[in-house]
């Protein structure tokens, strides 16, 4: 059975009709919560599903009763939220209230009430999507979610945010890293969240983000170089592969294997080939050595700070 709260109309579950006018006998209510804290009263609202229903359970109800004369449905609903489809969306986000743990920890019930009715009465009219971390974050109530339940969608957002860019080297990434890693500080808020690459992210391993960010201020310049690199095999790679493309449609249309323009065209793609794999190589070197940079300052600084505590 379905209840609806009289006064706002969104779906009531358990939760959202028991109230304590009671004084502890259980009691359902013919509105919700959120209509409730606003201020407004079951008794001046009808509902006859939940009257029937405390009825049936041997539970009190408060509300106004219904008069058996009374054809005309009297209750003057305070707002009444019009679209269908805001409204599943809103009763989504409620029961994805009720069923994270997560999020009850981190917002009472009594901060979100207020929120829903701001929304009612249509205070704030924010654009929901379904999603609920999107969702919770659009209708101004901030929640830290833990990394190992980062799904998707939130990594997605993360990369996104950063434009698929490592924060530390420029480059192309995508790992969702913590700044400070959980091994050490257990902190998985948004705010200890970052985009790397996986170089990047590996050379960091469990250094203190404080001390690898100094590191690697230092060399910027090498950083820019990096994505240089990293720009220009792309680009060599790409019209490698349009080349190869041309060579393997162009040997279909001659049907011959051995033909002057062929040779040519093979000629230009080993040569091409042969700058790439030059370029490759000065990239990996650039990469190991400031791999080297990195390991070798970090091993002096532990051993200066085993040196401090003996
Ligand atoms: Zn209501
Ligand atoms: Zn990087």
Redesign the pocket.
């Known amino acids: 059975m379905k209840f609806r ?6 779906r ?1 579950k358990a939760l959202h009709f028991h109230c304590e006018e009671g004084r502890g006998q259980p009691t359902l209510a013919s ?2 919560d ?2 409730r804290q606003a201020g407004l009263s079951a008794r001046d609202f009808e509902n006859d599903p939940v009257q029937l229903f405390a009825q049936t359970l041997n539970m009190r109800y408060a509300g106004k009763l219904i008069e058996q004369n009374n054809e005309q449905e009297t209750y003057h609903a305070a707002s009444v939220v019009q679209e269908s489809e805001f409204k599943r969306q809103l009763e989504n986000l409620i029961v994805n209230y009720d069923t994270n743990e997560l999020v009850q920890r981190q917002v009472a019930r009594k901060t979100l009430n207020e929120v829903l009715w701001s929304i ?1 009465t249509g205070k704030i009219k924010p654009t929901l999507t379904g999603d609920y971390k999107v969702d919770f974050a659009a209708v101004g109530l901030r929640i830290e979610y833990d990394l190992n339940n980062l799904d998707f969608i939130a990594r997605e957002i993360i990369r996104r945010q950063y434009n698929h860019r490592c924060q530390y080297c420029g480059r192309r990434g995508n790992s969702v890293d913590h700044k400070n890693p959980v091994s050490l500080s257990d902190d998985n808020s948004l705010e200890n969240l970052t985009l790397a690459c996986q170089e990047c992210n590996g050379i960091k391993g469990n250094m203190p983000y404080y001390f690898f960010v100094h590191l690697n201020n230092q060399i910027q310049g090498v950083n820019r170089q990096l994505v240089d690199y990293e720009n220009l095999i792309n680009s060599l790679e790409q019209s490698f592969r349009a080349r190869h493309n041309q060579l393997i449609a162009r040997t279909h249309l001659k049907n011959v294997i051995d033909d002057p323009e062929l040779r040519h065209l093979r000629k230009q793609n080993k040569e091409l080939q042969a700058a790439i794999d030059s370029v490759n190589s000065d990239y990996l070197e650039l990469r190991n050595s400031r791999r080297k940079y990195f390991s070798s300052q970090w091993k002096m600084h532990r051993m200066v700070e085993q040196d401090t505590i003996i």
Request: charged residues 10%; proline residues 0%; contains cysteine.
């Open positions: 709260c009289s006064s706002c109309r969104l009531m509105i919700c959120i209509c009612l």
